[in-house]
């Protein structure tokens, strides 16, 4: 028997790993008529000259919700916002720490806090006469029940995260659920009719994890299962581990997230959900944490004073940092993030609402849409600041474009992609897209072997020039029909312009 040298045998793995990796690039994506984006490279085969992928930046909006209620605090927050097509729900955490004593205790447990809206722009607490508030400013109180409490101080309560199910099999009276607990007493389930009125079940449904910060799930209509996404710690870094069950009760053992490229980061919420425009891409909004080095130029940050009292109750909130992240995945446990922080910390010049103290920038769960004073369609979230601020703590909005968190962009000495083999559904093609007055988009079709597709090729294409959510490219509908289902190539050719998604639509 003739032996193989080691070096050998190594060097053919790779050829055939190699070989296969190739063989997955060329193989067909069947993208059919939904809506792909650009937050990863997953659909891209090629780019060239002044062409990259963009990570963008929300714009600040007005203060949804300032915690200034006797039962709110200088530690609320955790909002999530849940909308259904009439009524934006928020949930969220009433808290607070004191730390007079020279140490950082709770003044109190958390309670969970119920508040709407009619435009997921001003919000509303309704009065619910549910549970008693028995802390500090009672006395400001008509009753003890007039306040919005959906479920009164607990162990579960600090991370309470709730969901709307829309598991086709889900009982009205259990239409929402949540999740809420700790590592001591594990993650117990909640459910309601109304995301008012809640019954919680005796045993836990989960023990793994640290579990300490929003923990979230929900149900994933596209692979038909229910996802949880939950805090842990792995090599002394705060992380994120997935976990999947068909019931809310038997889950499978917990799956390592992976970052690719992306160097280990410390992570607190995750903010983990199906992009709801295009529900087989999962995106996340982790919050990342900064342990720094207390300095002079760190102390002089706002709010200084505050800064220097909390440091000496609890040293690494004088000099710990957060701030917000952005990451995608197609198969839930891969993500693409990005290292540059999605959420940033405000002006300095804002002063004490500029979010630069431990605790501030924490993105809500839940993206929602929004009409902005134009009129026009914007994506919505809620991000924390002022924290540790005694009646001043708050969720101010933010908005970004429909799509528009990463694009394919375009410098203005112009560039192009060409896409991996794709296989689609429909008639026309619409793009969501910008471009400067000197800028430009022109698209034209390819077969696999990158060979233009008569008439669609860049001599019978128009040049796009504008700013659209859905600019239907001007191809023959009849044409473009009879490649449906066809593998074939899209080159977009780019100059001073963004894309941020596509859809080939019936």
């Known amino acids: 028997m003739t032996l193989i040298p080691r070096r050998i045998q190594l060097l053919a793995i790779a050829l055939l790993l190699f070989t296969a990796a190739a063989q997955a690039q060329s193989e067909p994506i069947d993208i059919g008529a939904r809506r792909e984006l650009f937050v990863d490279d997953y659909l891209i085969d090629t780019l060239s000259r002044d062409v990259s992928l963009q990570l963008h930046k929300p714009q600040v909006r007005e203060v949804a919700m300032k915690y200034d209620q006797p039962w709110e605090g200088n530690t609320s927050g955790y909002p999530t916002v849940m909308y259904d097509g009439t009524l934006y729900r928020m949930i969220y955490r009433g808290h607070r720490m004191t730390w007079e004593s020279g140490k950082l205790l709770m003044a109190n447990s958390p309670v969970v806090c119920y508040a709407e809206s009619s435009d997921g ?261 809620l991000v924390s600041q002022s924290y540790w601020q005694e009646y001043q703590s708050q969720s101010q909005r933010y908005s970004i474009r429909p799509d528009g968190f990463v694009s394919l962009q375009a410098k203005f000495g112009g560039g192009e992609c060409i896409t991996r083999p794709l296989v689609f559904d429909g008639n026309k093609l619409s793009v969501n897209y910008a471009t400067s007055a000197a800028g430009s988009l022109t698209i034209e079709l390819l077969d696999t072997d990158k060979k233009p597709i008569e008439g669609f090729t860049i001599n019978d294409s128009i040049e796009l020039i504008g700013n659209s959510l859905d600019q239907i490219v001007p191809w023959d509908a009849d044409k473009l029909k009879a490649l449906a289902g066809t593998p074939v190539r899209i080159r977009f050719v780019l100059k001073d312009a963004d894309l941020y998604s596509f859809q080939f639509q019936k």
Do not use: C
Request: hydrophobic share 30%.
């Open 121 to 381: 722009i001003h919000w509303e607490r309704p009065i619910l006469h549910l549970h008693q508030w028995r802390g500090k400013d009672r006395d400001k109180l008509e009753t003890p029940t007039s306040n919005n409490i959906v479920w009164p101080g607990s162990p579960y309560t600090g991370t309470f995260v709730p969901f709307d199910d829309t598991n086709p099999n889900t009982r009205p009276e259990e239409r929402f659920k949540a999740v809420g607990g700790n590592h001591r007493v594990g993650l117990h389930l909640f459910t309601s009719p109304d995301a008012i009125h809640w019954t919680k079940r005796d045993e836990p449904i989960f023990t793994e994890g640290a579990l300490d910060s929003m923990n979230t799930v929900f149900w994933d209509e596209t692979r038909k299962q229910y996802t949880l996404y939950f805090r842990t710690v792995r090599d002394r870094l705060r992380s994120i581990d997935v976990a999947y069950s068909d019931d809310l009760i038997n889950w499978t053992e917990p799956a390592i997230l992976t970052y690719g490229d992306s160097p280990p980061q410390q992570m607190y919420t995750n903010g983990i959900l199906p992009y709801f425009r295009a529900p087989h891409i999962l995106f996340g909004f982790p919050t990342r944490y900064q342990a720094r080095k207390i300095t002079p130029q760190i102390a002089s940050l706002p709010p200084a004073g505050l800064r220097k009292l909390l440091g000496d109750a609890y040293a690494r909130v004088a000099s710990d940092l957060t701030d917000g992240l952005f990451m995608s995945s197609r198969d839930g446990v891969q993500f693409r993030r990005w290292n540059e922080a999605f959420i940033r910390p405000q002006r300095q010049d804002t002063g004490d609402l500029s979010g630069w103290m431990y605790g501030d920038n924490y993105q809500s769960y839940g993206l929602f849409p929004t009409t902005n004073e134009h009129g026009s369609t914007e994506i919505s979230f």
